[in-house]
């Protein structure tokens, strides 16, 4: 059954995905990309990571695509004509598509990556009581650090959105 | 049965197009929404790696990530704002004044 649910979720993934990158209307573009960060937060449950799929609705599904909209309807672009793009954009898509394709089939034909139904371990991510214990003893500074930058970014847009007079002062 | 090579392939997958969705597209926007795919794919990869492995190191790595792209999104838009108020446009072949 969770196979089942693995293929329409990711399929569901990739085809929001490539709505993404070929929508021509940036509106539509960010609904399909809401589409794909709901299918990732469907493959998050079935890899019984649960406070990972919750993040991911409310954080990426949430507030950053509800930022994404309200940007792209204020700034209220216009789709300009598709101008052709370099021959070097295109050589240096497909060098870097093929060794992503060479490293992929690398990774998944290792012998070490098969798993065996058996061995499949405790799921680790599965409630919120191990997150807690290992974001406060192991990765206590990271976490420091984290809000720190929090910080540092929520002035950093305050300052970038204050209007500026020539000579730098605020209005 | 689904196995842990299912979900790195959909990963690449998914990094793939945000890849070319980044090189080929012209809009920032469009550019800065692909940036936002590739980050969910190594999400993905890293979710499933750490659910294959047994450990919590994935998963605490992939809860530092949104908490980064969130502010990311946040400044990076902020900037968007900014260059659309001085040169209204958002569009990268226009925004070459760095070139020659």
Known sequence: MT????????????????????????????????????????????????????????????????????IIMLLDVRESAAKKTSVYTWVASFIGLAILIVATVSVVSAESIKTKAAALPEPSGASLKPFGYELFTTYLLPMQVTGFLLLIAMIGVIALSKKLDTDGSAK | M?????????SSLLFSIGFFGVLLRKNTLVIYMCLELMLNAANLALVAFSRYHGGMGGNVFVFFIITVAAAEVAVGLAIIVALFRKRQTVEVEELNTLKN
């Open chain 1, 3 to 70: 196979d089942v649910f693995f293929y329409i979720f990711s399929t569901a993934a990739l085809a929001a995905g490539i709505g993404v990158v070929l929508s021509r209307n940036t509106v539509n573009g960010a609904m399909f990309l809401i589409g794909t960060f709901l299918s990732m937060a469907a493959m998050f449950v079935l890899l019984e990571a649960y406070f990972l799929a919750v993040i991911q609705v409310l954080v990426y599904a949430g507030a950053v695509m509800v930022l994404f909209l309200f």
């Open chain 2, 2 to 10: 689904i196995g842990l090579e299912h979900y790195i392939i959909v």
